[in-house]
């Protein structure tokens, strides 16, 4: 047996690049912070001194947002594996739009947040309101990095160094972007059970 033989034999992987196992590490960290966030949620709603207000009727609206983007940022995906680059450009562009009003709306829904009397801090915050301004602030910010991301792979686009051949970017965005709008669900329907 030749030592290239024995050296192939020991090198064992997951046939992932790199950057993707990167990106899942990532993803599963955002996934035990906001885990250990709905817990806590749960063990302070249960000990008491829980004010009780309804949600904001945009978050449905941001729901549907992020919802619209996901399957506008699959068709870029889709339409990258084609090599249909004018297709990738205009669901990128959606996508990125979707992301913004999303961001928009997740702004105005503070604003209905404080006009119904739900504060994050002060005297007259409860640990309730406090709860979901953290969860929604953190997404926020998870958000914006995502946008940062589709903004980077959209440059690639237009570069031309997106497309059949060349998927890991566009994947790798596709990605952290459906993992967003599906932890942006579940916190949705998290404080719809839960409030």
């Given at each position: 047996?030749?030592?290239s033989e024995i050296l192939s034999e020991k090198e064992v992987g997951l046939g992932w690049h790199p950057k993707r196992v990167l990106l899942i590490l990532l993803i599963f960290s955002i996934v035990m912070m906001f885990a250990a966030f709905t817990s806590?949620?749960?063990v302070r709603r249960d000990e008491g001194n829980w004010r009780e207000f309804d949600l904001p009727a945009s978050l449905l609206i941001n729901s549907i947002l992020i919802a619209l983007s996901?399957?506008?940022m699959q068709w870029a995906y889709f339409s990258a594996r084609k090599d249909e680059i004018g297709r990738v450009k205009t669901a990128m562009g959606i996508t990125l739009a979707l992301g913004l009003a999303f961001l928009v709306g997740q702004y105005y829904?503070?604003?209905?947040l404080v006009a119904g009397n739900t504060y994050f801090g002060g005297a007259d915050a409860n640990p309730s309101g406090s709860f979901v301004y953290v969860l929604m602030g953190v997404h926020a910010f998870h958000l914006?990095?995502?946008l940062i991301f589709l903004a980077v792979v959209l440059k690639r686009v237009l570069n031309y160094q997106v497309h059949s051949r060349a998927l890991l970017s566009i994947g790798n965005a596709t990605l952290y972007w459906h993992f967003l709008?599906?932890?942006?669900l579940y916190l949705y329907l998290f404080l719809l059970l839960n409030h």
């Open positions: 047996m030749n030592p806590g949620y749960i996901s399957a506008s829904s503070f604003g209905d914006v990095t995502g709008g599906g932890l942006w």
